[in-house]
């Protein structure tokens, strides 16, 4: 079936260090969404990704899509402790209609 | 208006017994998804409505999950025969529909829990 893997799992990092959370797909993708889950939360939409090669930013957050649409990465510069939660990619295969989310990648941050 | 909005909050049920688990989506949202999640886990896709379509209930995981959605509105996913590892929270989202901008908005969820 159409998978999307998600690494690492878990990442713990000092604050001020950078993060980065890689999302894999075994299919195309036709665009590609993050979502973030601070904890107890619900996930929070963080942005669409839909072009080849696409790059966006948002402030400390750059969000990258690859050139076969089969990957995504999210890097977070220089961490803060309000970036602690889980980052979900969400990627939706080409011709089908939901989204298929990754397992997420939980981020811890020492102060 | 507001939110998408799912009650109740919290679920405390006797194994064995029946629940309903209520979604409210956003006014004109379109698509209307159902997650579990459990502790510490990531997001596992129950069920998908998309308008008048027929609903993809590719992630359901027994024949003890069923869900509605009347009107194209408000939808109600029910649980018959609580299990323990039924035990999590269920997420419900809504989106515009399968194109851009596609964004889901997630309710707050409802917390059950199976004795």
């Known amino acids: 079936g159409q998978q999307v893997m998600q690494i690492p799992q878990y990442q713990h990092v000092q604050e001020g260090e950078d993060f980065t959370t890689y999302c894999n797909s075994s299919?195309?993708?036709?665009?590609i969404q993050w979502y973030k889950q601070r904890p107890g939360g619900h996930p929070v939409f963080l942005i669409q990704l839909v072009k080849s090669g696409e790059v966006k930013k948002q402030k400390r957050l750059t969000f990258q899509f690859g050139e076969a649409k089969k990957n995504s990465s999210l890097h977070i510069t220089a961490t803060q402790t309000t970036d602690v939660g889980t980052y979900f990619c969400?990627?939706?295969?080409?011709?089908?209609?939901?989204?298929?989310f990754g397992q997420g990648t939980r981020l811890t941050i020492n102060p | 208006g507001a939110g998408v909005s799912q009650s109740p909050s919290n679920k405390v049920t006797e194994k064995g017994k029946d629940v309903e688990l209520r979604c409210d989506p956003i006014?004109?949202?379109?698509?209307l998804y159902w997650y579990r999640q459990s502790l510490g886990q990531g997001l596992e896709f129950l069920i998908y409505f998309q308008g008048n379509s027929a609903p993809d209930k590719s992630g359901l995981p027994s024949d003890r999950f069923s869900a509605e959605r009347t009107g194209g509105s408000v939808s109600t996913l029910t649980i018959q025969r609580t299990q323990q590892e039924d035990s999590a929270v269920y997420l419900c989202a809504s989106s515009l529909g399968t194109g851009y901008p596609g964004e889901q908005y997630f309710g707050p969820g409802t917390r059950l829990t199976v004795t």
């Open positions: 006014s004109g949202h379109t698509a």
């Open positions: 969400a990627g939706r295969p080409q011709g089908a209609q939901k989204l298929v």
């Open positions: 299919t195309t993708l036709s665009n």
